[in-house]
């Protein structure tokens, strides 16, 4: 049985030094909320039986770029057009669920972290949690709305000094 009760989840990932991980009950409390971005980082061949309502398919291969040395992320003008394109901006808390080692899900979210933007989490147990919890399952994932990106930078993320970056 489904857990409604949204006093059990006080939404500590919307408050500043949260939790970076949400599990499925929990955010099952949160799917209507208008600034929530649940993003399903899966391959087509890993999601044939469904997707969380609401979720957005997200390729994230497009997050490593071959031409770029190191951590091969794409160039500040590309991030913005990528998250842009699939309707994630800077006030939106996003989710990401994948269903294998959960490293394309932290791509992602460790790729909004490189821009800046801290309110996320990912999905514990993935895609496997939310079918174990019996939560709803939508056939398909939303189109998203695409929405113009102006991320705000401390320093260019292709620097020739190497350093960290944060927007803490």
Same mark, same amino acid.
Request: a negative charge.
């Given at each position: 049985? &489904?857990?409604?009760?949204?006093?059990?989840?006080?939404?500590?990932?919307? &408050?500043?030094?949260?939790?970076?991980?949400?599990e499925a009950?929990?955010?099952?409390?949160?799917?209507?909320?208008?600034?929530?971005?649940?993003?399903?980082?899966?391959?087509?061949?890993?999601?044939?039986?469904?997707?969380?309502?609401?979720?957005?398919r997200?390729?994230?291969? &497009?997050?490593?770029?071959?031409?770029?040395?190191?951590?091969?992320?794409?160039?500040?003008?590309?991030?913005?057009?990528?998250?842009g394109?699939?309707?994630?901006?800077?006030?939106?808390?996003?989710?990401?669920?994948?269903?294998?080692?959960?490293?394309?899900?932290?791509?992602?979210?460790?790729?909004?972290?490189?821009i800046?933007?801290?309110?996320?989490?990912?999905?514990d147990?993935?895609?496997?949690?939310?079918?174990?919890?019996?939560?709803?399952?939508?056939?398909?994932?939303?189109?998203?709305?695409?929405?113009?990106?102006?991320?705000?930078?401390?320093?260019?993320?292709?620097?020739?000094?190497?350093?960290?970056?944060?927007?803490?």
């Amino acid at each position: 049985m &489904r857990n409604t009760n949204t006093s059990v989840f006080a939404a500590p990932a919307f &408050r500043e030094g949260a939790e970076y991980v949400i599990e499925a009950d929990a955010l099952n409390c949160l799917i209507h909320q208008s600034n929530l971005r649940i993003v399903d980082v899966r391959s087509k061949a890993q999601s044939p039986d469904g997707h969380i309502p609401g979720a957005i398919r997200f390729d994230a291969t &497009r997050l490593i770029d071959d031409d770029m040395d190191g951590l091969r992320v794409p160039n500040e003008k590309k991030i913005s057009q990528i998250f842009g394109d699939h309707g994630i901006s800077s006030g939106d808390f996003v989710v990401a669920y994948d269903d294998d080692t959960g490293a394309n899900a932290a791509r992602l979210l460790w790729t909004l972290d490189l821009i800046g933007h801290n309110r996320y989490a990912m999905l514990d147990g993935g895609f496997a949690a939310w079918e174990d919890a019996g939560l709803d399952i939508a056939a398909d994932t939303q189109t998203p709305n695409p929405k113009p990106q102006t991320p705000c930078y401390i320093l260019p993320l292709h620097s020739p000094t190497p350093c960290l970056i944060s927007m803490r």
